[in-house]
């Protein structure tokens, strides 16, 4: 098997990832997993569809991630690693479709409308 590309996004966060067989281990921008995402929850957040598919130890991961903030980095790299995974094997489908690793958050920021401060807030009324 060759190395395996897909896109993942989220907001404005796009992660391209490069899926080969290996060790296990995951790189973002050519730093280590721990040392991009300190917080645990946001590893957890990618490694998941690795842990639903029992394939942590398998694959090595390369992501190039741009944009948005750290939330959205990573769950673009999620989507990013399911989409690759059912690539990979088609059988792992079912089980990353029904843990919702597959649908693409659809949810943006809504631009600021002219004449406004916000997006919606309006500019405090005065009738005097």
């Not at 995951?26 to 590893?43: C, G, H, S, V």
């Not at 598919?53 to 948005?68: P, Q, R, S």
């Not at 792992?92 to 401060?117: I, Y």
Request: contains cysteine.
């Amino acid at each position: 098997m060759e190395v395996v590309n897909t896109v993942g996004r989220r907001k404005a966060a796009v992660a391209r990832v490069f899926v080969k067989p290996g060790k296990g281990q995951i790189t973002i921008n050519r730093k280590d997993l721990a040392a991009y995402f300190p917080l645990e929850i946001l590893q957890f957040q990618v490694k998941q569809p690795l842990l639903a598919t029992n394939t942590a130890e398998n694959y090595d991961i390369a992501i190039n991630l741009d944009g948005g903030g750290i939330k959205g980095q990573a769950e673009a790299a999620r989507l990013g690693i399911a989409r690759a995974l059912c690539e990979i094997d088609a059988e792992m489908r079912p089980t990353l479709k029904k843990a919702g690793f597959l649908t693409r958050d659809p949810r943006e920021v809504e631009r600021k409308k002219p004449g406004q401060p916000g997006a919606r807030r309006k500019f405090q009324f005065s009738k005097r």
